[in-house]
């Protein structure tokens, strides 16, 4: 038998992800030429972010290859939720140690059916050999001048977040252990298939003074909010949402420490002036991800954490790519 024949570049963009685009009127010239041509509506404004995300980084060795497909752009797609935009179109800039056509195939699907599910469309990319990793690029659009920064938030103010910190990286911790049952389970699944917010991130925009993603965990990237706006909170550790399932696993104390420096949760961190927020009752009426209050922002800068009344201390481990105190 002869051994089987790398896939040459070509056969991998023709294979894994020159599939049809969503029908897109938007979309002029897709993938298979230089470059992709697209046309922003009349009467928007065009959003930008990339991340980039490598093995051995951002997710273990090991992941499953549909989980890394779904991951590189749910977490692209998170940026634009934080910004109030709704996503158009993506670039994926992809590393490959080999061609494995098995491992490119779940990759395929598992970012296929995510840009399916918001109807992204993939319009170009680049395919090369290296370390794993890849880096998505998403467009989306917005209202003119209707994007929520970081920066707008002022004393009085609830400070708010969506769904359930500390899930993501519970899973993370449990990806390698023997651990079985459902609530490990769908911890595991948090962090390999987060659900990006934008949904709930465009409702938002209509209330929000100031939002961000949760990635690097909720007491760093609160911090950011509050540093950026150049306030500071008293936030109270009894409010955080945690979910059943991370409670049976890690308990509440640990839960809590889990949900304020884990990260990868891709959950929306925002705050809301006092006059809206009936408003935002209203709208997240028959969410599935809930939203808990954690406080209220203050003009004393900086971020107090209680509990009960007394200041509640943790170690602060939140993974830092360059600074001093890498995990
Ligand atoms: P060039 O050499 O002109 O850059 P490439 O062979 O790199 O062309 O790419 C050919 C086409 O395939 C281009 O439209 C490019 O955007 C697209 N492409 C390459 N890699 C990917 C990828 N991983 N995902 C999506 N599109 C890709
Ligand atoms: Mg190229």
Redesign the pocket.
Known sequence: MTPRRELT??EI?TRF??HPAPRRRDLLLG????A?VTRLAAGYDLVTAVDAVFEGVHFPRGTPAQAVGHRCLAVNLSDLAAMGAEPLWA??A?ALPAADARWLGGFARGFGALADAWRVA?I????VRGPLGMSVTVHGRVRPGRFVQRCGARPGDGLYVTGNPGDAVAGRLLLDQPRRGSAVAALRRRFLYPEPRLREGRLLARVASAMLDVSDGLHDDAGKLLAASGVGADLDVGQLPLSTALRAVAGEERGRVLALTGGDDYELLFTVPARHERLLARLVRGWSCGVARLGTVSGRQGLRWRLDGRRFGFADRTYRHFAAGRR
């Open positions: 570049e070509a963009i992800f020159a993938i298979g030429d230089d992709a670039t994926l992809l993939l170009g990319g680049d395919t």
